[in-house]
């Protein structure tokens, strides 16, 4: 099965990988060049409590164009405060120059994943907005069994080519990809793992998704059909911006079972 991260790729397939994500990289950054990826992947740790970590973590990962402290600013972390406050946040450094080297799944599970369940916590949740939101639907898929849910704010989750042969059939639930999937084609490796979601015998961590009414990367109505419940699909007015993303995030975590 295709994988963005696979160590000691094939130099065919890497190469395929690295224009597909350069691609993802114009659509998300513009012309914008990713920061180098740094070993180990920075994160901030932001406990809800000093007494010890809780049973809860939320990873959360940012934009292309953001950092770790712009989430704070944003006041995503006071509202998961507000709403659960035995649940700890910590905001990962997932930024794309991590995606564009194969490295992304690899740092985050060492730098991340493994110290949290090293900390203790029994629950991991991952959370994102634009390339955060992708990047947590990618680990989930490449890691079956270790994330229990999912929030993803405006992911990336395929080109128009790739969406327009999805719609032609009339959604993910219908659609079929065509086998097997050529070296690097993580968009409908991503969707084909999302299809999944409409059939009970495959385990999947809870997923909330959504988009701004106006967002560039809103896939087409009915995408979801057949695979998730409605309260689990996420809309407010806007673009690719902050006021859609919080006032989903808000609508998230209203919604999502967060246990202390």
């Given at each position: 099965?295709?994988?963005?991260?696979?160590?000691?790729?094939?130099?065919?397939?890497?190469t395929a990988l690295w224009l597909l994500m350069?691609?993802?990289?114009?659509?998300?950054?513009?012309?914008?060049?990713?920061?180098?990826?740094?070993?180990?992947?920075?994160?901030?740790?932001?406990?809800?409590?000093?007494?010890?970590?809780?049973?809860?973590?939320?990873?959360?990962?940012?934009?292309?164009?953001?950092?770790?402290?712009?989430?704070?600013?944003?006041?995503?972390?006071?509202?998961?405060?507000?709403?659960?406050?035995?649940?700890?946040?910590?905001?990962?450094?997932?930024?794309?120059?991590?995606?564009?080297?194969?490295?992304?799944?690899?740092?985050?599970?060492?730098?991340?994943?493994?110290?949290?369940?090293?900390?203790?916590?029994?629950?991991?949740?991952?959370?994102?907005?634009?390339?955060?939101?992708?990047?947590?639907?990618?680990?989930?898929?490449?890691?079956?069994?270790?994330?229990?849910?999912?929030?993803?704010?405006?992911?990336?989750?395929?080109?128009?080519?790739?969406?327009?042969?999805?719609?032609?059939?009339?959604?993910?639930?219908?659609?079929?990809?065509?086998?097997?999937?050529?070296?690097?084609?993580?968009?409908?490796?991503?969707?084909?793992?999302?299809?999944?979601?409409?059939?009970?015998?495959?385990?999947?961590?809870?997923?909330?998704?959504?988009?701004?009414?106006?967002?560039?990367?809103?896939?087409?109505?009915?995408?979801?059909?057949?695979l998730l419940p409605a309260d689990h699909l996420?809309?407010?007015?806007?673009?690719?911006?902050?006021?859609?993303?919080?006032?989903?995030?808000?609508?998230?975590?209203?919604?999502?079972?967060?246990?202390?």
């Amino acid at each position: 099965m295709p994988t963005i991260t696979t160590a000691h790729t094939p130099l065919r397939r890497r190469t395929a990988l690295w224009l597909l994500m350069t691609g993802v990289l114009v659509l998300l950054v513009g012309c914008a060049l990713p920061r180098p990826a740094k070993v180990p992947m920075d994160a901030l740790w932001l406990p809800a409590s000093s007494s010890g970590p809780g049973h809860t973590l939320v990873v959360f990962m940012p934009g292309s164009q953001e950092v770790p402290q712009d989430i704070v600013r944003e006041g995503f972390v006071n509202q998961l405060r507000w709403r659960h406050p035995g649940v700890d946040m910590v905001v990962a450094d997932a930024h794309m120059g991590y995606f564009r080297n194969g490295s992304f799944e690899a740092r985050l599970r060492a730098d991340v994943i493994e110290p949290a369940r090293a900390r203790g916590y029994r629950s991991i949740w991952l959370a994102g907005i634009s390339l955060g939101g992708m990047g947590s639907l990618l680990y989930a898929k490449s890691a079956p069994g270790e994330i229990d849910g999912l929030i993803a704010l405006a992911p990336f989750i395929g080109s128009y080519s790739v969406l327009s042969e999805v719609a032609e059939a009339g959604g993910i639930a219908r659609w079929q990809p065509a086998l097997p999937l050529q070296p690097g084609d993580f968009q409908r490796d991503l969707l084909r793992w999302l299809k999944g979601y409409g059939d009970p015998a495959q385990a999947r961590p809870e997923l909330y998704i959504g988009y701004g009414t106006r967002d560039r990367l809103e896939p087409f109505p009915g995408l979801f059909d057949g695979l998730l419940p409605a309260d689990h699909l996420l809309s407010a007015p806007g673009g690719h911006d902050w006021a859609p993303w919080k006032a989903m995030w808000v609508d998230a975590l209203e919604r999502a079972p967060l246990r202390p």
